[in-house]
């Protein structure tokens, strides 16, 4: 049973998130003009340990939002620009044979650091893409038999084009499905772009962006969002919202067990994000789509008549029953799961 220091220990934790939280964001959005939604998106995903995906038509700030946010935090940050001739040593590193020891020496690749940033991943080939599988599940790389973990905590933010435009390839669905939440930035409103002239026009904001806060206390923040709690009446909805995935008739593949996971410790970094330390249903279906969309394939007949992943999704919240219990403002008395 949780005893109240405990629960003053984990409200402690929680402000100290919100406060931290709050700073990197409006870091972020000193670089991201109008798009507080995405920025709050990518905050909820590295702080639930996942990777982000975002993708949308060139030149609307992919690349820029996922710079900003690796220079908002002091932590080793690498940028892999994807390619077609790019190799997965290029990524994943070398062993190179050392001629005076009679030893191979392992040279880490561009994947060995606490943020990676991949600049449109989609062009590069289903090979090259696929050397970031055992990255981005397991936090570690092997390579000739030996296993390098990578540094903690470890995200990786890729940026996509749209798969209809040239020179892309589509991302297999392995790989698809270990990005925790899929983003798209959208075009700015004019009051945004606008603005943008005058913060850009001269030189770019992410040359004054310095670092708000280290990696030690994102490290910290992560563990702090383990503990949040959420009771068993919400995890039964949000498996319930993926087991319905598996079974629409407008889809050909639904969502895997990985997906629940991720929805779930994504809701609880949206709880912590909020203050609170127990999630609400809301959390759940404020996430969905991000979460679930990307890792859906629509069949023909439903992509010839322009029904999207996305739009299968809302419907789903609208047909699988909320929980009653253990949402709105039913706080759990003795502390997290």
Known sequence: MTTFD???????????????????RSAVETVIEGKPDVVRLALTVLLAEGHLLIEDVPGVGKTMLARALGRSVD??????????????????????????????????????????????????????????????????????????????????????????????????????????????????????????????????????????????????????????????????????????????PELRLGASPRATLHLVRAARASAALAGRDFVLPDDVQALAVPVLAHRLLPTTQAQLGRRSAEAIVVELLQQVPIPDSGGRGGRPASGGR
Request: aromatic share 6%; glycine share 8%.
């Open 6 to 24: 405990e629960r003053a220990d984990a409200r402690g934790d929680l402000r100290e998130l919100s406060g931290t939280a709050g700073r990197v």
């Open 75 to 248: 932590a080793s940050v690498r940028r892999i620009q994807f390619t077609p001739d790019l190799l997965p040593s290029d990524i994943t590193g070398v062993s190179i044979y050392d001629q005076v020891s009679g030893t191979f020496d392992f040279k880490p690749g561009a994947v060995f650091a606490q943020i990676v940033i991949g600049d449109e991943i989609n062009r590069a080939s289903p090979k090259t893409q696929s050397a970031l599988l055992e990255a981005m599940e397991e936090g570690q790389v092997t390579l000739d038999g030996e296993t390098f973990p990578l540094p903690r905590p470890f995200m990786v933010v890729a940026t996509q084009n749209p798969v209809e435009m040239e020179g892309t390839y589509p991302l297999p669905e392995a790989q698809r499905d270990r990005f925790m939440a899929r983003v798209s930035m959208g075009y700015p409103s004019a009051e945004a772009e606008l603005k943008m002239l005058g913060s850009h026009g001269a030189a770019s904001p992410l040359d004054a962006l310095a670092p708000v806060a280290h990696v030690d206390e994102i490290a910290k923040l992560v563990e702090a969002v383990r503990g949040v709690h959420i009771a068993e009446d919400i995890e039964r909805y949000a498996v319930a919202l993926t087991q319905a995935t598996r079974a629409h």
